[in-house]
């Protein structure tokens, strides 16, 4: 069983920054991608940042600039570093991992963590 749990969630005055992390526990191989995406009351989850095993990355326009994803193969890891915090960067952030090989050589094709909640206060 694979699972990802996050952490470093918060609450942070506009223009300030957080930084959160999400681990992968399990027999894992390898994962193709992780990733943050985000859902704000009465809207639907939105993807925030990929990142490849690769290191290629993906941001959403609203992000671009602020926030910088990163990770670690070897800990199966991925971080999310968000500066200049808007109030409307208000969400659960949830932690997401897409192609997930284990060692078993079984895959596991879409995994989701429990969410962390970050509020920012104008």
């Known amino acids: 069983q694979v699972q990802l749990v996050e952490s470093g969630g918060g609450l942070v005055q506009a223009g300030g920054s957080l930084r959160l992390s999400c681990a992968a526990s399990?027999?894992?191989?390898?994962?193709?991608?992780m990733g943050w995406y985000r859902q704000s009351p009465g809207k639907q989850r939105a993807l925030v940042a990929t990142?490849?095993?690769?290191?290629?990355?993906t941001y959403a326009d609203s992000v671009r600039g602020r926030f910088t994803i990163s990770r670690d193969n070897a800990k199966s890891t991925v971080s999310l570093q968000m500066d200049s915090l808007k109030p409307e960067d208000t969400a659960v952030y949830y932690c997401?991992?897409?192609?997930?090989?284990?060692?078993?050589?079984?895959?596991?094709?879409?995994?989701w963590g429990q969410g962390t909640q970050v509020t920012v206060s104008s």
């Open positions: 997401n991992a897409l192609g997930v090989r284990l060692l078993s050589s079984e895959w596991r094709n879409v995994v």
């Open positions: 399990g027999s894992i191989f390898t994962i193709n991608s």
């Open positions: 990142i490849t095993s690769g290191g290629s990355t």
